[in-house]
């Protein structure tokens, strides 16, 4: 009897508590690329909103898997990139401009090839209106020619954990260092108070 008595004056105790909704997001800032509405799906064949990636800091750029010329660099900047900002990296998103070709399979191996770590490193493709819609709001260009190469523009964008372009560097090649200081001064302003 006494177990039981004591059960009923712990829930009626945690009862409010258990019973609040979880605390809702803050809403999102008016100029957040988040606010865009696009499924995209990784190297591994997840499929999620672009607002999942809310939270956390990253590079973003765009590029196609079959391109040779300027996309290799472009990945490689990022990498560079994130290991110039020190012992902690920003996430590095890569979207594709070639859905048609770029599935999972496809930038999965590309991925391997190029030694991208899954722990850091997010390929993605999105459907033809998205892809669009994405470079739209990033501020990058592109067309497909009628051989089936892109002619786009080459450009890194720093996104804070909000969504909103911090930071934008068309250096490929080798690391900006003006970019780099934006992406250091972003991971640091992202860290939780307290943290080392």
Not at 66 to 89: D, E
Not at 110 to 128: F, I, K, M, S, V
Request: hydrophobic share 45%; aromatic share 6%.
């Amino acid at each position: 009897m006494k177990i039981l008595l004591a059960l009923c004056l712990l829930f009626f105790a945690l009862g409010p508590a258990w019973a609040a909704p979880p605390p809702a997001a803050a809403p999102l800032p008016t100029d957040s690329i988040y606010r865009l509405d696009i499924q995209l799906t990784d190297q591994d064949g997840h499929r999620w909103p672009l607002a999942a990636r809310r939270g956390q800091v990253q590079v973003v750029s765009m590029f196609y898997t079959s391109c040779t010329m300027v996309c290799p660099l472009i990945i490689q900047t990022m990498q560079a990139t994130a290991k110039a900002a020190g012992p902690v990296s920003p996430a590095l998103l890569a979207v594709s401009f070639d859905p048609q070709n770029d599935d999972p399979g496809v930038l999965h191996r590309y991925a391997q090839t190029h030694g991208l770590d899954a722990a850091h490193w997010t390929l993605a493709r999105a459907e033809p209106d998205d892809v669009r819609r994405l470079a739209a709001l990033l501020g990058i260009r592109y067309r497909r020619l009628p051989e089936g190469d892109f002619n786009h523009s080459s450009v890194l964008i720093l996104i804070d954990a909000n969504g909103r372009i911090l930071a934008r560097s068309t250096v490929i090649g080798h690391p900006d260092p003006a970019f780099v200081q934006a992406v250091r001064q972003a991971l640091a302003a992202a860290k939780p108070p307290g943290a080392a």
